[in-house]
């Protein structure tokens, strides 16, 4: 299994779900933060923000599923502007449910 990461633009998060959702791709977990890329930063006038809003998006899928996520998730949050947001693709070792106790061999 592996564990798809993405951070994106805010405004790009409800583009990028549905077409998760569109693709079956249902459980994702969305979470609002702050940073800034290689860039450092934007200055606006003489006002620099060195940390911007961003939405971090990740998806657990197959092994075979994370090429289609990426695909997915890179096609609907970009906008060809710098600060689109990067996608990291890890390794999951296991994935446990909670009520059950049980470890997941596949992610439903």
Not at 18 to 41: H, S, W, Y
Not at 62 to 80: C, F, L, P, Q
Not at 94 to 108: A, Q, S
């Amino acid at each position: 299994m592996r564990l798809v990461k993405a951070v994106i633009r805010p405004e790009k998060l409800y583009e990028v779900m549905r077409a998760l959702e569109k693709e079956g791709f249902k459980g994702i977990t969305v979470m609002d933060v702050v940073g800034r890329g290689k860039e450092g930063g934007v200055q606006v006038g003489e006002k620099t923000y060195d940390e911007l809003a961003k939405t971090l998006i990740m998806v657990a899928v197959e092994d075979e599923h994370s090429r289609k996520v990426v695909e997915i998730i890179t096609k609907h949050a970009n906008t060809g502007m710098f600060g689109d947001g990067k996608v990291f693709v890890c390794q999951l070792e296991e994935v446990w449910t909670i009520r059950t106790k049980k470890r997941e061999l596949e992610v439903v």
